[in-house]
């Protein structure tokens, strides 16, 4: 089945870069995303890369996609203690359907002063 | 823009009764809604997919009957859980996702359910 793995915690000090992993499975995927999600909230869209790219770049946040290892990052520069949240990869587009997401295990990040 | 409200943002009920929660895309229609629930410290599971106006797809192992779906229009679905247990308690969310860049689901706040 489909599966989408990311490590469980990272911790990173104030103004270091933070690069957060994901693997997937699903060969056809079409749409990888990064959500964050905050304590007690929803998930908040941060950003997405369609599969015929290798990079996307958004202010602080920059995307790097490896299709042939079917590997996804996800590298905030300058990280803040405000970054500290919980973030997750989704795919979609591939055997699940166009409509669904498929959610990683989520990687808890912590910013230390 | 694309902003999604639910309401309650918690509720604490008691066991056997019932429980609605909705969910309003507030600037944009939404064509399709989604229905997650979140266990502490674990990923979303999708429990349901709606389409305005037409019944509601459960995923497997998710009881229709227990969950009632309803998405009565372009900005409004609704999550019923009914003769809720204890172990219903958890965390709800809803996305929507409209017809321009249906690519992008955008998440509601949330909603706390504890049942007593």
């Known amino acids: 089945g489909e599966d989408v793995e990311q490590s469980l915690f990272l911790s990173v000090r104030e103004g270091d870069s933070s690069v957060i992993n994901c693997t997937y499975t699903d060969s056809s995927s079409t749409y990888l995303y990064w959500y964050k999600q905050e304590p007690g909230a929803g998930l908040q869209l941060l950003t997405y890369i369609f599969s015929n790219m290798d990079m996307k770049q958004d202010q602080r946040l920059t995307v790097l996609l490896n299709k042939k290892d079917k590997h996804l990052s996800l590298r905030i520069a300058d990280t803040q203690t405000g970054d500290s949240a919980i973030y997750f990869c989704?795919?979609?587009?591939?055997?699940?359907?166009?409509?669904?997401?498929?959610f990683g295990t989520g990687t808890r990040l912590l910013v230390s002063p | 823009g694309a902003v999604v409200s639910q309401h309650p943002s918690w509720v604490i009920c008691k066991s056997g009764t019932s429980v609605k929660i909705e969910c309003r895309s507030l600037?944009?229609?939404?064509?399709?809604m989604f229905w997650y629930r979140q266990f502490p410290k674990q990923s979303l599971m999708l429990m349901a997919t709606?389409?305005?106006?037409?019944?509601?797809?459960?995923e497997q192992g998710v009881e229709k009957d227990k969950f009632l779906i309803n998405h009565a229009s372009l900005t409004l679905s609704t999550l019923t859980v009914t003769s809720a247990h204890p172990e219903d308690s958890s965390f709800y969310i809803c996305?929507?996702?409209?017809?321009?860049?249906?690519?992008?689901?955008?998440f509601g706040p949330g909603t706390r359910l504890t049942v007593t």
């Open positions: 996305s929507a996702r409209g017809l321009r860049r249906s690519y992008e689901q955008y």
């Open positions: 600037d944009f229609q939404a064509t399709t």
């Open positions: 989704a795919e979609s587009g591939g055997r699940t359907g166009f409509q669904k997401l498929v």
């Open positions: 709606s389409n305005e106006g037409s019944k509601a797809t459960y």
